[in-house]
């Protein structure tokens, strides 16, 4: 039989019947209870200097095993010391008081084999009841289970009353509950190693995290405070906790999250889980097993359409097949990636390059960190594809460059042609195609109006916007022109007797083309067929070479 002190007068009265209740409703009758004092320790805090006491009746079976008493000492000191390193925070008297029977029905929470409950009821001092008998009950996990409840009582003295109401404790999931718990859980690793059932923790967040948000979970958010007590230290937790929400609603902790942290360091917190990189509190890996999302593919141009709920870790694959591609995501913000063989976390790239063949495959982090879903759009454009283009692959190396078209041949062509009607002008703007020596190529952005002028008062405009990009080759004295993306559009207005008349033109795609070309060290022509009314034959000067 371990026999302490008697207890100190500056607590409770732990032999008063109505003390022992707020602890355990059932020792309001528990006259003559012979209670000892079991230890005791000093803590300083904003608070000042307080104390935590262990207390337990002088007669307990539990007592006698190996071991027990010790455990639950150890972890009050280990927490003790685990409170240095939080920075600011306060913790009022503690007092535990060791029940040698069983835990009320549905009372306290479940530590392996032990049970144990915090009580904040109004008073300077917070009441931590253990129950240390049931099936099978050893102290294996007492030191744990106590750093855990002593938390609680930082918790208590550090936040205000609203905020603690935000749970309607015992572990149940919702409202403030994922902080409460989770927080309590990262300090008893960094007060000592944590038991085994630390990996139910880490299991359970592994599978909830693809659908759950944070805020919805329980211990489970033990893996968040994992993170943050690691990526930004111990004494950023007690500040953390300090800026949650005063009330359970949803929308309410979301906020609060939210300004508790930027939104690049909630999708730190998602890059660093899917990456593996938290430890608990003692430094060691929380051995996460993040579940893999859905593989989102590209072989032609697609948008992939996806949501992002507040505060849930999404993880997908991108996979991007033999091209080049042109990626945008909208909105920017609250994701990010990096290539599936490694290498830092990063934006989606603009701009990805397998044209060379084999797929580039990402990893997609996404971490919303609002109170409101965001919808994603995911676009990539395929600007040339790995296909052959005319049949061919070949190339002519004196055209792989970047030109400026310098003689508008349609021009020439309708000055000539067009009798009833003069061309009065024309002016163009980024006419120039690039063709790469991979065998793809990209126009421009090309603006051209023109201005018509013909008999008996008729006027006349027009306007034509577009671009292209896809693949080149060059056989038989023939330049082709493959356009995997590309767009036109523009209008044509005519005014005749006063009334003008615009009718848009549709916006279509280029068509594929094989055009007669003739190619010299800085210039090259290109001929377009126009029916039985001859050709247009335009002039490129070379700007920059190409690659």
Same mark, same amino acid.
């Given at each position: 039989?371990?026999?302490? *002190?008697?207890?100190?007068?500056?607590?409770?009265?732990?032999?008063?019947?109505?003390?022992?209740?707020?602890?355990?409703?059932?020792?309001?009758?528990?006259?003559?209870?012979?209670?000892?004092?079991?230890?005791?320790?000093?803590?300083?805090?904003?608070?000042?200097?307080?104390?935590?006491?262990?207390?337990?009746?002088?007669?307990?079976?539990?007592?006698?095993?190996?071991?027990?008493?010790?455990?639950?000492?150890?972890?009050?000191?280990?927490?003790?010391?685990?409170?240095?390193?939080?920075?600011?925070?306060?913790?009022?008297?503690?007092?535990?008081?060791?029940?040698?029977?069983?835990? !009320?029905?549905?009372?306290?929470?479940?530590?392996?084999?032990?049970?144990?409950?915090?009580?904040?009821?109004?008073?300077?001092?917070?009441?931590?009841?253990?129950?240390?008998?049931?099936?099978?009950?050893?102290?294996?996990?007492?030191?744990?289970?106590?750093?855990?409840?002593?938390?609680?009582?930082?918790?208590?003295?550090?936040?205000?009353?609203?905020?603690?109401?935000?749970?309607?404790?015992?572990?149940?999931?919702?409202?403030?509950?994922?902080?409460?718990?989770?927080?309590?859980?990262?300090?008893?690793?960094?007060?000592?190693?944590?038991?085994?059932?630390?990996?139910?923790?880490? +299991?359970?967040?592994?599978?909830?995290?693809?659908?759950?948000?944070?805020?919805?979970?329980?211990?489970?958010?033990?893996?968040?405070?994992?993170?943050?007590?690691?990526?930004?230290?111990?004494?950023?937790?007690?500040?953390?906790? +300090?800026?949650?929400?005063?009330?359970?609603?949803?929308?309410?902790?979301?906020?609060?999250?939210?300004?508790?942290?930027?939104?690049?360091?909630?999708?730190?917190?998602?890059?660093?889980?899917?990456?593996?990189?938290?430890?608990?509190?003692?430094?060691?890996?929380?051995?996460?097993?993040?579940? !893999?999302?859905?593989?989102?593919?590209?072989?032609?141009? +697609?948008?992939?359409?996806?949501?992002?709920?507040?505060?849930?870790?999404?993880?997908?694959?991108?996979?991007?097949?033999?091209?080049?591609?042109?990626?945008?995501?909208? !909105?920017?913000?609250?994701?990010?990636?990096?290539?599936?063989?490694?290498?830092?976390?990063?934006?989606?790239?603009?701009?990805?390059?397998?044209?060379?063949?084999? *797929?580039?495959?990402?990893?997609?982090?996404?971490?919303?960190?609002?109170?409101?879903?965001?919808?994603?759009?995911?676009?990539?454009?395929?600007?040339?594809?790995?296909?052959?283009?005319?049949?061919?692959?070949?190339?002519?190396?004196?055209?792989?460059?970047?030109?400026?078209?310098?003689?508008?041949?349609?021009?020439?062509?309708?000055?000539?042609?067009?009798?009833?009607?003069?061309?009065?002008?024309?002016?163009?703007?980024?006419?120039?195609?690039?063709?790469?020596?991979?065998?793809?190529?990209?126009?421009?952005?090309?603006?051209? *109006?023109?201005?018509?002028?013909?008999?008996?008062?008729?006027?006349?405009?027009?306007?034509?916007?577009?671009?292209?990009?896809?693949?080149?080759?060059?056989?038989?004295?023939?330049?082709?022109?493959?356009?995997?993306?590309?767009?036109?559009?523009?209008?044509?207005?005519?005014?005749?007797?006063?009334?003008?008349?615009?009718?848009?033109?549709?916006? *279509?795609?280029?068509?594929?083309?094989?055009?007669?070309?003739?190619?010299?060290?800085?210039?090259?022509?290109?001929?377009?067929?126009?029916?039985?009314?001859?050709?247009?034959?335009?002039?490129?000067?070379?700007?920059? !070479?190409?690659?």
């Amino acid at each position: 039989m371990l026999v302490g *002190n008697p207890a100190w007068a500056s607590f409770g009265d732990c032999n008063d019947p109505a003390y022992l209740a707020h602890f355990d409703p059932s020792l309001t009758s528990a006259h003559g209870f012979l209670c000892v004092e079991s230890g005791r320790l000093a803590v300083t805090s904003e608070a000042g200097t307080t104390h935590i006491r262990i207390i337990q009746h002088l007669v307990a079976d539990w007592a006698t095993r190996p071991g027990a008493l010790r455990a639950i000492k150890n972890g009050v000191a280990a927490s003790v010391r685990a409170m240095g390193t939080l920075g600011s925070f306060r913790i009022s008297d503690v007092t535990i008081l060791l029940i040698d029977g069983f835990a !009320p029905g549905g009372g306290g929470e479940r530590f392996g084999d032990i049970a144990a409950g915090t009580n904040f009821s109004p008073g300077d001092e917070c009441h931590i009841a253990v129950w240390l008998l049931g099936p099978g009950a050893t102290a294996g996990y007492g030191a744990s289970m106590i750093a855990h409840e002593l938390f609680h009582c930082v918790q208590r003295s550090s936040l205000t009353d609203a905020q603690m109401r935000t749970t309607a404790g015992g572990g149940v999931a919702g409202g403030g509950t994922w902080w409460i718990e989770g927080s309590a859980d990262w300090f008893s690793t960094a007060a000592v190693p944590p038991p085994s059932y630390f990996q139910d923790r880490v +299991r359970a967040f592994d599978s909830d995290s693809p659908t759950v948000a944070l805020n919805t979970m329980s211990y489970d958010a033990y893996v968040f405070f994992a993170w943050l007590g690691g990526a930004h230290g111990h004494a950023s937790v007690v500040p953390f906790l +300090r800026a949650m929400a005063s009330s359970p609603e949803p929308g309410a902790q979301r906020r609060a999250m939210a300004s508790a942290l930027p939104a690049a360091e909630w999708l730190r917190f998602a890059e660093d889980y899917l990456d593996r990189r938290i430890h608990d509190g003692q430094g060691a890996s929380i051995n996460s097993t993040p579940v !893999p999302g859905d593989q989102w593919e590209w072989r032609d141009s +697609r948008t992939q359409n996806t949501r992002l709920e507040p505060f849930v870790l999404a993880r997908d694959r991108l996979s991007f097949h033999c091209g080049r591609w042109n990626v945008t995501p909208r !909105p920017a913000t609250s994701h990010a990636a990096r290539t599936e063989s490694g290498g830092t976390w990063g934006e989606v790239p603009a701009n990805i390059d397998t044209i060379s063949g084999g *797929n580039s495959d990402f990893r997609f982090a996404g971490m919303n960190a609002t109170a409101s879903e965001v919808s994603l759009q995911i676009d990539g454009r395929l600007a040339a594809s790995c296909a052959e283009c005319a049949g061919t692959r070949e190339i002519d190396r004196c055209l792989v460059a970047t030109w400026q078209m310098s003689v508008d041949g349609m021009e020439q062509w309708m000055r000539e042609h067009i009798h009833k009607a003069t061309v009065t002008g024309v002016s163009q703007v980024g006419n120039t195609l690039t063709l790469n020596s991979d065998g793809t190529f990209a126009t421009g952005a090309s603006r051209v *109006n023109v201005q018509l002028q013909g008999s008996g008062g008729v006027s006349g405009q027009g306007a034509l916007n577009g671009n292209a990009s896809g693949r080149w080759s060059a056989a038989n004295g023939h330049l082709n022109l493959c356009p995997d993306e590309s767009a036109m559009s523009g209008t044509i207005s005519v005014t005749k007797g006063g009334h003008t008349t615009t009718i848009p033109h549709p916006a *279509n795609e280029m068509p594929p083309s094989s055009r007669a070309y003739s190619c010299a060290s800085n210039s090259f022509t290109l001929t377009t067929p126009i029916g039985s009314m001859g050709s247009a034959v335009s002039t490129y000067t070379k700007t920059t !070479p190409s690659h």
